[in-house]
T-cell receptor, first 112, second 113 residues
Framework: DTEVTQTPKHLVMGMTNKKSLKCEQH?????MYWYKQKAKKPPELMFVYSYEKLSINESVPSRFSPECPNSSLLNLHLHALQPEDSALYLC???????????FGQGTRLTVV | QQQVKQSPQSLIVQKGGISIINCAYENTAFDYFPWYQQFPGKGPALLIA?????SEKKEGRFTISFNKSAKQFSLHIMDSQPGDSATYFCAPLYTTGFQKLVFGTGTRLLVSP
């Protein structure tokens, strides 16, 4: 199984809502990532978890809250988002040492 | 943040032609040089990668050429097909210790039928 599964595929939320994005992998990878991608731009790194611990936070606003409950799951909790946060949110995983990363299909988020 | 610059920004190639995309980097510590391919509405997928101990790697129609002294590496797509139309990102990194995957600016390739 070389898949990274993200749910939901699409999400529309209001600025006062609380929602969560979910990501799952069963490749035994111990590094997991959240990226944000705006249209016609490269993915931008948000968070990195290594061995279930937050290793990198790229100065992301606190309205985005990551969580890694176990080695297979990664969540991104969303609260009080702004319309400019609308984007494709991508989850990825990799072995900590090897360079190849596997990406999910992403969650297309629209904040209204 | 390490600078990684891709060129061109966009590229139109006729079917059967050769597509060439370049990536220039600054960090001499990089030791893994991948290219990712992304179709609209999908996540990026690793296409091909090279390590600095070789100057070229070929996988099917895709070739990476690596120039360590110039701090550049290129993706060549031979016999380009309409199905190759996608955005391509380079994402060089160093694999010693923890890796941080940061993408280049991207190149949108359109292969016309």
């Amino acid at each position: 199984d070389t898949e990274v599964t993200q749910t939901p595929k699409h999400l529309v939320m209001g600025m006062t809502n609380k929602k969560s994005l979910k990501c799952e992998q069963h490749m035994g990878h111990r590094a997991m990532y959240w990226y944000k991608q705006k249209a016609k731009k490269p993915p931008e790194l948000m968070f990195v978890y290594s061995y279930e611990k937050l290793s990198i936070n790229e100065s992301v606003p606190s309205r985005f809250s990551p969580e890694c409950p176990n080695s297979s799951l990664l969540n991104l909790h969303l609260h009080a988002l702004q319309p400019e946060d609308s984007a494709l949110y991508l989850c990825a995983s990799s072995s900590v040492v090897v360079g190849k990363a596997f990406f999910g299909q992403g969650t297309r988020l629209t904040v209204v | 943040q390490q600078q990684v610059k891709q060129s061109p920004q966009s590229l139109i190639v006729q079917k059967g032609g050769i597509s060439i995309i370049n990536c220039a980097y600054e960090n001499t510590a990089f030791d893994y040089f991948p290219w990712y391919q992304q179709f609209p509405g999908k996540g990026p997928a690793l296409l091909i990668a090279i390590r600095p101990d070789v100057s070229e790697k070929k996988e099917g129609r895709f070739t990476i050429s690596f120039n360590k002294s110039a701090k550049q590496f290129s993706l060549h797509i031979m016999d380009s097909q309409p199905g190759d139309s996608a955005t391509y990102f380079c994402a060089p990194l160093y694999t010693t210790g923890f890796q941080k995957l940061v993408f280049g600016t991207g190149t949108r390739l359109l292969v016309s039928p």
